[in-house]
């Protein structure tokens, strides 16, 4: 039972945004500072593209952005394009010192 | 050039050992963490542990103690996952991945290792 919970799917249009949430619900993840941003392609290794709630990788689009509100990360992508259609996961490093990652998010662009 | 290169595709039967390599090249490999993670068949990915080969601290998540050891070898720069007594539910995709410091998600990642476990 994951302790960050993410919408099971979500899809857009081409050129719209999206938002995907992370909601922590338990107190395991401490202080829910180092969250990070997956995107995992059919067949692929994840790749990073947010670390440590807002920051991006070098080689990493600005159309993707990270932010965090209380108990909640964000994920948002910009100008969704065809290729950014892929499951993305949140994770976080816990208060044991471990890491939990969410339940991951479909994104389908139409 | 970082990379993180895994071991092959292996195909075990229930109650076997095995050891599966994650090798890095091109940076420090002392310098900097390797996590694996695992993704079971349609499923998402989950935490398994972490290793400093500098000086091999390793942490567990609660769900993977016990039941895997990691481990490395910094004078070939090899990361090692293994298992004593393998399990059917145990088949899955496993990753190494690069991490700079403990908090921080990796930033490179092997290419997988496929564990089939059936009898």
């Known amino acids: 039972q994951s302790a960050l919970t993410q919408p099971a799917s979500v899809s857009r249009s081409p050129g719209q945004s999206i938002t995907i949430s992370c909601t922590e619900t338990s107190s395991d993840v401490g202080s829910y500072t180092y969250v990070s941003w997956y995107q995992q392609h059919p067949g692929k290794a994840p790749k990073l593209m947010i670390y440590?709630?807002?920051n991006r990788p070098s080689g990493v689009s600005n159309r993707f952005s990270g932010s965090k509100s209380g108990s909640t990360a964000s994920l948002t992508i910009s100008g969704l394009q065809a290729e950014d259609e892929a499951d993305y996961y949140c994770?976080?490093?816990?208060?044991?010192?471990?890491?939990?990652f969410g339940g991951g998010t479909k994104l389908t662009v139409l | 050039e970082v990379q993180l290169v895994q071991s092959g595709a292996e195909v075990k039967k229930p109650g076997e050992s095995l050891k599966i390599s994650c090798k890095g090249s091109?940076?420090?490999?002392?310098?900097?963490?390797i996590g694996w993670v695992r993704q079971m068949p349609g499923k998402g990915l989950e935490w398994m542990g972490i290793i400093y080969p500098g000086d091999s601290d390793t942490r567990y998540s609660p769900s993977f103690q016990g039941q895997v050891t990691i481990s490395a070898d910094k004078s070939i720069s090899t990361a090692y996952l293994q298992w004593s007594s393998l399990k059917a539910s145990d088949t899955a995709m496993y990753y190494c991945?690069?991490?700079?410091?403990?908090?921080?998600?990796?930033?490179?990642w092997g290419q997988g290792t496929l564990v089939t476990v059936s009898s």
């Open positions: 440590d709630v807002s």
């Open positions: 994770s976080s490093y816990t208060s044991t010192s471990t890491w939990v």
């Open positions: 991945a690069r991490s700079e410091y403990v908090q921080k998600g990796p930033d490179y």
């Open positions: 091109g940076y420090s490999f002392t310098s900097y963490w």
